[in-house]
Each structure stands twice: as C-alpha cells, then as structure tokens.
C-alpha cells in the first residue's frame, strides 16, 4: 500500500458526460501528479500541482482540468468525454516537487467511456 | 514522440534465470534514470533509480546498468521468481534541467515461469 488513495476505482459512463476523480496523497507529501495510462499510449504525464499551484503540464486535453486543494488532495475533471478517454488514471504524489523526488502511485482509477 | 524506447515488449523467463531489460532515450538532458513495477491491478512502484554519474547500482537482484555514451540504460533481475512477473517501466527527467515530468517507456512484461 502506498498511501495514495484514488477514488472512485471504477468509473462508467457515457460519452459526452463529466466525470471527477479524487486523489488523496501521502500523508506530507506536496506534490501531486495525475498519469493516463492505456494499452497504445502506455504512462503518460497529465499534469503536477505543488502545494496548490500548477507545476508543470503534460499531455492533457484542454477538456480536462484539474487542482489542488488546501488539504492537498486532487481532483482530476474529464469533461465532453470521448470513447478514447478510456483509460486507466493514476495519481502519484511526493514529498518534493523535482523530478527525482520519488513518486508513488495510487491503485487508479478505471475509467469506461460507453 | 516517444522520448524513452523500451525493449523488448514481453520477457519471459525461468526461474533462477536473469531477466534483462533495455531502455535508449534521446534528450542528453535527462538526468534522472527510475524503473518501476506495476503488477495487475495496481499503481506503479519505484523499484530502484540511477544518475548519470554512476554506471550501475545494485539493490538487492536488481541493478541497473547505465551507458551514458550510447544514452541507455538497463535493468537486470538476476535469479528471477515467478514473483517478479509483473511489467516494467523505465522512465526518465531532467529535474537539473527544469524539466520534472517522468517520461516513461512503453513497458514490457514479464514472466517468470516456475
């Protein structure tokens, strides 16, 4: 167990619809990270938010937002959903926001677009 | 753009018998080298990480093997366990280099047979 939680763990819905998935990270931990992962496109880096600021940006559509509360906790908003945003969503967090600052993972949440 | 190319996509392996993992990437900026396990069903977890200023570090029946040269990077599970089966993801940063965000390689999937 990392200490990330993620809910919910899995999400169905239909295109065209808006979604919210919640992340809770590591007990000091600042830093939080949001990751796409699916069969063709493997891991990739959505977005970081630091102490509640954005950090640094990845590859996220502009129909996805996302922020970082006074607890620090994470919502990640997936809106106008497509077929393709089928994916598996991570959170990680961790301590400091470099990028040599280890990150660790929450358990996801699935996400079906119908 | 796939900035980290993994290889081979599937691995599969005896027990006893050394796993090996292979990584390039291109951006001489990267300076930040992690591999990550993620088994079916949950997050990634950092298994063990390398700076360029070392050409290999060992933790336990892992080690990496660093070539700053030919820009790669390996991953090396000596007397594999059917509990190693899981899949593999090397990634790289440039947090030197302001750049935080881990770009991962595509994974590759291992099995350990019994």
């Known amino acids: 167990d990392s200490g990330v939680t993620q809910t919910p763990k899995h999400l169905i819905t239909a295109t065209g619809q808006r979604v919210t998935l919640r992340c809770s990270p590591r007990s000091g931990d600042l830093s939080v990270y949001w990751y796409q992962q699916s069969l063709d496109q493997g891991l990739q880096f959505l977005i970081q938010y630091y102490n509640g600021e954005e950090r640094a940006k990845g590859n996220i559509l502009e129909r996805f937002s996302a922020q970082q509360f006074p607890d620090l906790h994470s919502e990640l908003n997936l809106s106008s959903l497509e077929l393709g945003d089928s994916a598996l969503y991570f959170c990680?967090?961790?301590?400091?926001?470099?990028?040599?600052?280890?990150?660790?993972f929450g358990p996801g949440t699935r996400l079906l677009v119908l | 753009q796939q900035q980290v190319k993994q290889s081979p996509q599937s691995l599969i392996v005896q027990k006893g018998g050394i796993s090996i993992i292979n990584c390039a990437y291109e951006?001489?900026?990267?300076?930040?080298f992690p591999w990550y396990q993620q088994f079916p069903g949950k997050g990634p977890a950092l298994l063990i990480a390398?700076?360029?200023?070392?050409s290999e570090k060992k933790e336990g029946r892992f080690t990496i093997s660093f070539n700053k040269s030919a820009k790669q990077f390996s991953l090396h599970i000596m007397d594999s366990q059917p509990g190693d089966s899981a899949t593999y993801f090397c990634?790289?940063?440039?947090?030197?280099?302001?750049?935080?965000?881990?770009?991962f390689g595509k994974g590759t999937k291992l099995t350990v047979n019994p």
């Open positions: 951006n001489t900026a990267f300076d930040y």
């Open positions: 390398i700076r360029p200023d070392v």
């Open positions: 990680a967090s961790s301590v400091a926001p470099s990028g040599d600052s280890a990150q660790y």
């Open positions: 990634a790289a940063s440039s947090p030197q280099g302001g750049s935080e965000k881990l770009v």
